[in-house]
């Protein structure tokens, strides 16, 4: 089967340049790690085919708008892309002489692959999450391979320079390169791997949803990166449970994502979010992919977090929340991962059941605690506890304690906002007092 070729026609209608780039820039996701995995599987060289598909969509932003968009864009980027690598390929001396390696479908077959696409794209998530890698390169390679961001862009995710995150990816290319990772190789088995896929997933994901500091309390293009990150791999593993888990933990916390801030960027909790704005859609898929994760039997921590998820997205109000149940999740999740982050949110949970004293009894035990130690959240909380109990000395001494430590500039104005308006309320009493006496 002959694909289009370089010089397929425009269509009928000539679309103007900013039409074109609209169109290509809604193309650019879902194609980007397609050409990365057609380019990669005959060039061998991953820094070769990650040029190839940015040269490939430079290509069409300088064509298109000459000759009209093709009848089928992605086929055509697709030819393209193969050309170009195939070219790469008799350039260079050393792939040459192992052409013959190469199978004769990657060089007789110019039109779209014949593999299923799905295929390269996974295989582009295991390799990026390979166990040579750490932890940060897996993710900086993955958001740059499969969701085709900029170093720049992932640099503002993550509060680092451009230079620090392409060193990163320059280095994880290399690695994988002198030990001789092969894209086309069946051991990249994504259930070999699926850990620490899921791994890097979740902290794309966390990062976008509260950014560890800078003056936004949300990174949008990190979250939503990571969301469609985890429904691609229940596409590409559907027979697993824990990707289906991690999809709904997702999917029920970016439900509400529209509603995390006010109009100028500032905290709203989740008691004074406006429900009605929250993403019904993706409600409903978070609950389906909840009970796909619930068939594999196994009760791990991705599900009991996407269990928590679905009963704060699920309520119909705040003050409908089935705090016991929740309390009861935290119970199962201590039990396997007994960890002092999740010590803290069954206290907040116990709170919000039994009342603010029997929080404050188990965050006494956790501000000592050399993991939260730097955090300011078991300061904060306890702060909002005291404030509730009507301690409001203590509550302002706990929100000092938080100012301290918070590195997000968007949390600091709000709990700054909160120590105000708790001083505010304790002068006014005071004044009330003096009055009447």
Known sequence: MTGPSETSGPSEQTEPKEATQAVLGSLFREEWPRLIGAALRITGDLQAAEDVAAETLVAALDRW????????????????????????????????????????????????????????????????????????????????????????????????????????????????????????????DPRGRLPSVLDVIYLIFNEGYLATAGDSLVRGELAFEAYCLACLLTELTPAEAEPWALRALISFQVSRWATRTDDDGELLTLDVQDRSKWNTQLIGDGVLALERARSGGERGSLLLQAELAACHATAPDFGATDWSTIVGLYDELAAIQDTPVVALNRAVAIAMRDGPAAGIALLDDLTGDETLCDSHRVWSIRADLHGRMGNTCAAIADYDQAMLRVTNDAERRHLAAARRRLAGDSRERQEGDHAAR
């Open 65 to 188: 708008p000459l000759t009209g968009l093709p009848d089928r864009p992605g086929a055509w980027l697709m030819t393209v892309c193969r050309n170009r690598a195939l070219n790469v390929l008799r350039a260079n001396t050393r792939a040459r002489r192992a052409q013959e390696s190469i199978t004769a479908a990657a060089l007789a077959d110019h039109g779209v692959m014949t593999e299923p696409i799905p295929d390269d794209r996974l295989r582009l998530i295991v390799l990026c999450c390979h166990r040579l890698l750490s932890l940060d390169a897996q993710v900086a390679l993955t958001l740059r391979m499969i969701g085709g961001l900029t170093t720049a862009e992932i640099g503002r995710g993550f509060h680092l320079p451009p230079a620090t995150i392409a060193q990163r990816i320059v280095r994880a290319k290399r690695m994988l390169k002198e030990h001789g990772v092969n894209f086309a190789d069946d051991d990249l």
